[in-house]
């Protein structure tokens, strides 16, 4: 029997179409509430797919939250290990650790949620930061989250 494919809400034309200009923004040094454009190289392609991203910042770490699920991004970073955010001028290179504790994660969702929520409560099917601990946890799989580590 196989298993049910991971939880990924793909963008529709006119989401494409407002990410690409909230990350050509970014790119010119305008972050609206707080987003970047994060580059990863390209699982196959070997080149570098930009993306603009809402880096959350949580108990003295930065993460990064795939709002949408299991997306290319998110498969491009399992590989790479790592990426830059881009603010402008301001490129910060950066590695990850992928979050695996669903309890962990809860936590780093909830927090994104009350912040980032009105934009990308859509994509979490009924979950929110008022959501139940319980409820959380099980949404975490379909969530990757990912610690950000900028090297000094």
Wanted: no cysteine.
């Amino acid at each position: 029997m196989n298993a049910p494919a991971p939880y990924y809400a793909q963008g529709s034309p006119f989401a494409i179409r407002v990410n690409a200009l909230f990350g050509k923004l970014a790119r010119l040094g305008i972050s609206l509430a707080g987003t970047a454009e994060l580059s990863v190289r390209g699982r196959t392609s070997g080149r570098m797919q930009r993306i603009p991203v809402n880096p959350h910042r949580y108990e003295g770490s930065q993460y990064l939250v795939s709002a949408r699920g299991h997306s290319h991004w998110v498969r491009n970073m399992r590989v790479a290990g790592g990426g830059e955010l881009r603010v402008g001028r301001k490129v910060r290179p950066f590695t990850v650790t992928e979050l695996t504790d669903p309890v962990e994660k809860a936590a780093v969702l909830r927090a994104y949620l009350e912040k980032w929520g009105w934009e990308v409560n859509r994509f979490f099917q009924g979950v929110t930061a008022k959501s139940s601990d319980a409820t959380l946890q099980a949404a975490a799989a379909d969530h990757p989250v990912f610690r950000i580590t900028v090297p000094r």
